[in-house]
């Protein structure tokens, strides 16, 4: 079940290769740990602290807990190690939420007057985005990410919002071809790596100012937390960021964060299993007479597939598909055992739902997201096709 030639995992592009020659399995199990220090742990424990001890003039690093922690500051440079190795100068921010993270680029750079371009088939909480920016006097554009076509609305822009792969349609665009047209307008450019995993893609290496992800997705794969971040290069628009999160509070609790770094040593793991099964279960529904709209970027077929092995290292675990009817969606989803029914994705126990439950997606009726897990793949396509068969009838 390894497929790792068509993942391009063997031949990786220039920009996934580590400046300091390590493997990324090895940088992921140390991203972010500190010097070794005699009796303790590895990855020190949850630093709980509303305030830190603070004598006279009130200096940093430590001093409020909503304005720091140490246990933050360990998953920061971890994430930032990933996000854009051996760059100097990369800061990453980590919120409470996805949805804080890209709220805190979105707000802490946009002014009365400023045009934004999101993506129109990006995350479902976009639109309510766009509602409140409007609110606020910016003017909001979209455009699809399929085809580039966010390349046709820059003009006067002051911020690009990318969602690459989009969620959860799966379009992928050219990254560097959108970002040097943004940088050629003065617009910045910021990217949603959620669903590609900083070992799937890296948004700064392409060109972009800020990689913003939601870490609840696959970064942290247990379905236990929610986390966010933004790793950007441009001290002042991360200071900008970092005042942010100061000003609406949208931090992490230390013992989510100690559990996002915990985890984050199986990244490497999760996204090689994850990613090829997922490879493989797109691979079993190719064909299948009831199955329509098959999306995974990784499939050589895929619109997605020529530019997303050109800019992506590995092609996440998500994989779509359209049933005929809501009914026959239904059916199916019920059918299923290993595969737990259930909103969210990139954790290790497969989930899939029917999107269109929720309304606001521009989906069909059956249309299905399907977020493979890291059970054995032979276990998982089996349970798909075997429910696929038995909710026919
Ligand atoms: C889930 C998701 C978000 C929001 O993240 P939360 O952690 O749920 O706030 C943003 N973007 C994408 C692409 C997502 O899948």
Redesign the pocket.
């Known amino acids: 079940m390894n497929d790792s030639a068509a993942h391009g995992l063997d031949d990786p592009p220039e920009d996934f290769r580590s400046p300091a020659g390590a493997g990324e399995g090895t940088r992921v199990v140390r991203a972010g740990l500190p010097e070794p220090v005699k009796h303790e742990p590895a990855l020190p424990g949850p630093v709980f602290a509303a305030h830190f001890h603070l004598p006279g003039d009130p200096t940093g690093p430590y001093t409020y807990g909503r304005d720091e922690n140490p246990t933050w500051t360990l998953l920061e440079r971890a994430i930032g190690e990933l996000e854009a190795p051996g760059q100097d100068g990369v800061e990453t921010v980590v919120f ?7 709220s805190s680029v979105l707000f802490s750079h946009l002014r009365a007057g400023d045009a934004v371009v999101l993506p129109s088939d ?5 639109p309510l985005v766009a509602g409140q920016l409007r609110a606020y006097g910016i003017e909001v554009r979209t455009a699809p990410t399929g085809g580039d076509a966010q390349l046709d609305v820059l003009d006067g822009a002051r911020l690009l919002w990318i ?1 690459s792969p ?2 959860p349609g799966l379009d992928v665009c050219d990254i560097r071809r959108l970002v040097t047209a943004a940088h050629a307008r003065g617009a910045l450019v910021a990217v ?1 790596n ?2 590609a995993t900083p070992l799937g893609q890296r948004p700064l290496a392409l060109g972009a100012d800020f990689s ?6 696959q970064l942290t794969g247990h379905g236990d937390i ?3 971040y933004v790793t950007g290069r441009d001290g002042e628009a991360m200071a900008s960021v970092r005042r942010w999160r100061k000003i609406v509070g949208a931090i992490p609790g230390p013992m989510e964060a100690w559990l996002a770094h915990r985890s984050l040593a199986t990244l490497h793991l999760r996204v090689d299993r994850q990613n090829a099964s997922a490879l493989a279960l797109a691979q079993a529904l190719r064909g299948h007479p009831e199955v329509t709209g098959l999306r995974y970027p990784g499939l050589p077929d895929d619109p997605s597939y020529t530019i997303a092995s050109q800019q992506m290292r590995r092609h996440g675990c998500v994989v779509s598909f359209t049933l005929p009817t809501r009914a026959r969606a239904e059916r199916f989803l019920d059918a299923l055992e290993l595969v737990d029914s259930a909103t ?3 954790g290790v126990r497969s989930t899939a739902e029917r999107r269109g439950r929720w309304g606001g997606d521009a989906v069909p009726e059956g249309f299905i997201r399907l977020s493979v897990g890291a059970e054995d793949p032979e276990d998982l396509v089996a349970d798909v096709l075997r429910a696929l068969e038995e909710s026919a009838r």
Do not use: P, R
């Open positions: 409470a939420s996805g949805m804080a993270a890209i990006g995350y479902q909480a976009l969602e989009s969620n949603d959620t669903l913003v992800a939601s870490g609840t997705k929610l986390l966010g969210s994705f990139g």
